[in-house]
């Protein structure tokens, strides 16, 4: 008897700790970190970008300014966890879309079948609106670059992959905070992970309000 | 414990008592869902709804009257518009080359027991004729 009620003592106290931290809980930094000139700590940052959008607009990292952002990798005739991936970010831009400090950048990794033109209509039967959730292109090894440097994340062509259509690539979600660091990656395949990736976004606006 | 093993073995019993044609059929639908949800719920959805204004719903689609037409097109994929239910979608749904015809069989039983209001198998024999006649080929 005794034992037991210390057990539920301990069980307790475990859990007012859990909860505790959670409270606080703070994202992490990923990717390497420097030490800077001044002795800081020099987080790994997104380099600038400039790509074109869906509407033929040049996108820069300027638009993404005082934002938080979830980039992915995706292209538009892929047969397997694009669509899933898709499905996911939707739960994404329903829940922020009204919300000016959140972004969605999703790069196309096959930019020579996915032109603009095709971005856009995929966006509209989507039923993407406004400026919130933004599809681009560019150079291919440009995406592919900042993808695998930056991102964290694969993309490549293979034509060995052919049940993926050709490519390989990440399903990843990657959170980046308002100084384009990465603090998250989430498997946008998992409805679960997706659900964390919303409440860690709710985390950093308040971290970076 | 006796009495456990007793309740299973009246159990499978039982289940065997079912005639062989319904658990042909049974069978068809376990294997047909694990088809579904291995090639097709990725876009068309687990539960058949379609995504948007991109992927058709399978679930209440005008499509599914024309057997023969999704047979074929499960085989060799799609391109091009379609109506569905009075929408129009126009994006390329790839074909399932890897597929057997028993694949198929167990696929469209699934389908059609599920959103086509039908109570029987896709007979391999019939896929393997269809496939046949299907317009496009390779």
Redesign the interface.
């Known amino acids: 008897m005794i034992k037991n009620i210390q057990f539920i003592f301990v069980f307790l106290i475990a859990l007012a700790a859990f909860s505790c931290s959670d409270s606080q809980r703070k994202l992490p930094y990923l990717g390497n970190k420097q030490v800077g000139e001044n002795g800081d700590t020099v987080f790994h940052t997104i380099r600038d970008f400039k790509f074109v959008n869906q509407d033929n607009d040049t996108i820069t990292n300027e638009a993404y300014k005082d934002k938080i952002y979830i980039s992915d990798f995706f292209f538009?005739?892929c047969?397997?966890?694009c669509?899933?991936m898709?499905?996911q970010m939707?739960r994404v831009y329903e829940k922020f879309k009204d919300n000016p400090q959140v972004g969605i950048l999703s790069h196309t990794i096959d930019p020579r079948h996915d032109s603009v033109q095709v971005l856009k209509?995929?966006r509209?039967?989507?039923?993407i609106k406004g400026n919130m959730w933004q599809f681009v292109t560019g150079e291919q090894d440009d995406i592919y670059e900042i993808a695998q440097k930056f991102y964290m994340v694969s993309a490549m062509e293979d034509s060995a992959a052919k049940?993926e259509?050709g490519f390989v690539h990440s399903g990843a979600f990657i959170l980046t905070d308002k100084q384009r660091h990465v603090r998250g990656m989430y498997d946008g395949t998992k409805e679960e992970e997706v659900t964390k990736l919303i409440k860690d976004i709710q985390l950093l606006l308040s971290e970076q309000p | 414990m006796k009495k456990s093993l007793c309740v299973i073995f009246s159990g499978v019993l039982l289940a065997s008592c079912g005639s062989s044609e319904e658990i042909k059929y049974e069978q068809y639908l376990v294997n047909g869902e694990q088809h579904y949800l291995k090639h097709c719920s990725?876009?068309h959805?687990a539960d058949g709804s379609g995504?948007?204004?991109?992927?058709p719903p399978l679930a209440g689609s005008d499509f599914l009257n024309n057997k023969e037409l999704v047979i074929c097109l499960i085989r060799n994929g799609m391109s091009g518009e379609i109506k569905v239910n009075g929408k129009v979608y126009?994006?390329?749904m790839?074909g399932n080359k890897?597929l057997y015809e028993l694949d198929i069989a167990e696929l469209t039983t699934y389908i059609y027991t599920k959103w086509g209001n039908s109570k029987e198998i896709t007979e391999v024999s019939s896929v393997k004729k269809t496939l046949g006649e299907c317009k496009t080929k390779e």
């Open positions: 538009t005739s047969p397997t966890i669509p899933v898709k499905t939707l209509a995929y509209d039967r989507l039923g049940e259509g | 990725n876009c959805q995504l948007k204004d991109l992927y126009n994006q390329p790839p890897q």
